[in-house]
């Protein structure tokens, strides 16, 4: 177990989210608000912390969440900001990715789930 937090990618940089990680080790670090200058970082920071995690709505450049489920795997990725943005696009983006529907599952519930350490739906 451990605390849960959330960090918006444009409200800080990359440098204080790998000090953060690195201080903080039992953290569960969520990155929110992501796009696409945001993937050339994402990469080794999430090979190199066990406990960051990426929020997908924001990463909707083409094959991304498909590459970041094959480099780093699908476990760091959870679906959300629901409520700031219209939901469409972050529906298809998981629904239509090129990766595999146990895959899309864990994005979609069972990898918040985990971070909460309970279940969300029956």
């Given at each position: ?42 990469f ?58 146990n ?20």
């Amino acid at each position: 177990t451990g605390t849960l937090a959330l960090m918006d990618a444009d409200q800080s940089d990359w440098e204080t989210v790998h000090a953060v990680c690195c201080e903080h080790p039992g953290l569960k670090l969520v990155i929110t608000n992501l796009y696409y200058r945001h993937a050339r970082y994402i990469f080794p920071l999430l090979r190199q912390h066990p406990r960051l995690y990426l929020e997908t709505s924001g990463l909707k450049s083409f094959c991304l969440l498909q590459t970041l489920c094959e480099k780093v795997g699908a476990e760091k990725l959870l679906f959300g900001n629901l409520g700031t943005f219209s939901p469409g696009s972050a529906v298809c983006l998981v629904s239509y990715a090129c990766i595999s529907e146990n895959e899309k599952e864990a994005i979609a519930a069972r990898n918040l789930e985990a971070l909460l350490e309970r279940k969300l739906v029956d």
